[in-house]
């Protein structure tokens, strides 16, 4: 890899992300069925039916998959506390969920990994799903009676919480476009999640402060927009798509606003008097998470109802999931942050990463694909640093091969492959080549 860890400033984190769902094997210890069980169960929604029942069987081979992070000298772990885990119904705790998430965290501490935990990364409990889910307010005060259930066990050891990830895909993606779980394409259901979304942040983060918890903030994905062509059309897509995607959540949580191109769609089906929420959407955070994976090529489509959109794949290189290679997109996301929105506030690329139709052979999996997109990724951050961004780590999106949502189990993001047969996990050259390029 054509990096080295000398390249970045001192304190420069470098670690791998995961998430419960798409690890753990939701069918042990107690955890309740969330709306992603119940998604992957109807025909249509994900590659085979299949669901996170058994995933990486993470819940018990979490020892090695700590041991992998340890040995490859990693600084941080970035990973995802399951809410059905720990309270089934999304309000009533669940022990043994609690426990798992203890053994989990002093395990990392054990190893020398800073624990960087996500509250939500998507598996809602069903019981609150049939209440709506977040389309429905009440949601987001059990997600903040949630985050104090939680914090009073192990925030005492974690060393950053981010209260959501992704919200565009908690709320656009899956309400809007399908294709995420519970699976709706209303806008009216679409506007209350884009709202509700970003008040769980906000009451969660309430509840952080009330607890005196530091190095609280959100994970936000971004991805770079760029027109079709040079038409007038091409450059109105750029700026409504970007409004949606890049700029709702980023304005509401540093500034207390929603951009006028999005709210031009989504006010008729607001919820009433969500302008009194925007002061606790916007209180202060500690640092920014960036997801970041490709560019898209947008354009006004009038055959459409709003946002009257086209979207298509760039025109260069693309990955096993079909999405374009594009670093310069990361660099520009990264200082454009910096410069339009949070200034000197810490940034942590949480997630980047490529899925590749990776193979054992002869016990080894060459990815030289992945070696040079993420060597790639990374020069793109240290450009964007010495641009003038506070990048403080990244993270590789995954540390597993794992249940990558609709796409099931065929799209493998990890570092580590995993025989979904067997279960045993085998490094590929990109953990070992990552490992020699942050070795001290
Ligand atoms: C992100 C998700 C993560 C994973 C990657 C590929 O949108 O946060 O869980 O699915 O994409």
Redesign the pocket.
């Known amino acids: 890899m054509h990096f080295k860890r000398s390249d970045f400033p001192d304190g420069f984190l470098f670690g791998a992300a995961t998430?419960a769902y798409?690890i753990e094997g939701h069918q042990f210890g107690g955890a309740g069925p969330t709306h992603w069980d119940t998604f992957a169960a109807t025909p249509g929604n994900v590659l085979r039916a299949e669901n996170g029942a058994l995933a990486c069987d993470h819940y018990h081979r979490f020892a090695e998959d700590l041991d992998l992070l340890r040995d490859a000298g990693m600084d941080a772990y970035r990973f995802s506390t399951s809410w059905a885990r720990v309270m089934p119904d999304g309000r009533t705790v669940n022990p043994a969920g609690l426990d798992f998430y203890d053994r989990l965290v002093d395990a990392m501490l054990e190893r020398g990994l800073k624990p960087f935990q996500t509250l939500y990364?998507?598996e809602l409990p069903s019981a609150l799903a049939d209440q709506g889910g977040w389309t429905n307010r009440d949601t987001c005060v059990a997600f903040a009676d949630f985050t104090d259930v939680i914090t009073d066990r192990i925030g005492d050891r974690v060393h950053a919480i981010a209260t959501i990830?992704?919200p565009w895909?908690v709320a656009y993606l899956s309400h809007f476009l399908g294709h995420h779980a519970p699976g709706l394409r209303d806008i009216r259901a679409t506007a209350r999640a884009m709202h509700h979304i970003n008040l769980a942040h906000g009451m969660a983060m309430t509840r952080l402060r009330a607890r005196g918890m530091q190095n609280c903030g959100v994970v936000l994905?971004f991805d770079h927009t760029a027109p079709l062509d040079d038409s007038a059309g091409a450059a109105q897509a750029v700026a409504t798509w970007d409004a949606i995607m890049n700029r709702w959540f980023i304005e509401a949580i540093a500034k207390g606003t929603y951009p006028a191109e999005a709210l031009a769609g989504f006010a008729a089906h607001m919820p009433a008097g969500w302008q009194d929420d925007m002061a606790e959407i916007s209180q202060p955070v500690d640092f920014l998470g960036v997801?970041y994976?490709t560019r898209h090529q947008v354009t006004t489509d009038m055959a459409q109802p709003w946002p009257h959109l086209a979207s298509h794949d760039g025109p260069g290189a693309k990955t096993q999931?079909g999405w374009e290679i594009y670093p310069d997109g990361l660099q520009s996301f990264l200082t454009r942050l910096a410069d339009d929105y949070v200034g000197d506030l810490p940034l942590f690329v949480t997630?980047n990463?490529i899925?590749w139709d990776d193979h054992v052979v002869n016990g080894a999996v060459d990815d030289p694909e992945r070696i040079r997109f993420i060597a790639d990724h990374i020069a793109a951050t240290g450009r964007a640093i010495a641009a003038g961004a506070n990048v403080q780590g990244f993270f590789y999106?995954?540390l597993l091969d794992n249940y990558?949502?609709a796409f099931g189990y065929e799209k493998r993001?990890g570092m580590v492959h995993v025989d979904f047969d067997t279960l045993k996990r085998t490094p590929k050259a990109s953990y070992h080549a990552f490992k020699s390029a942050i070795a001290r």
Do not use: D, I, L, R
């Open positions: 998430a798409q990364h998507w990830n992704e895909c994905n997801n994976y999931m997630e990463g899925a999106w995954s990558e949502w993001f």
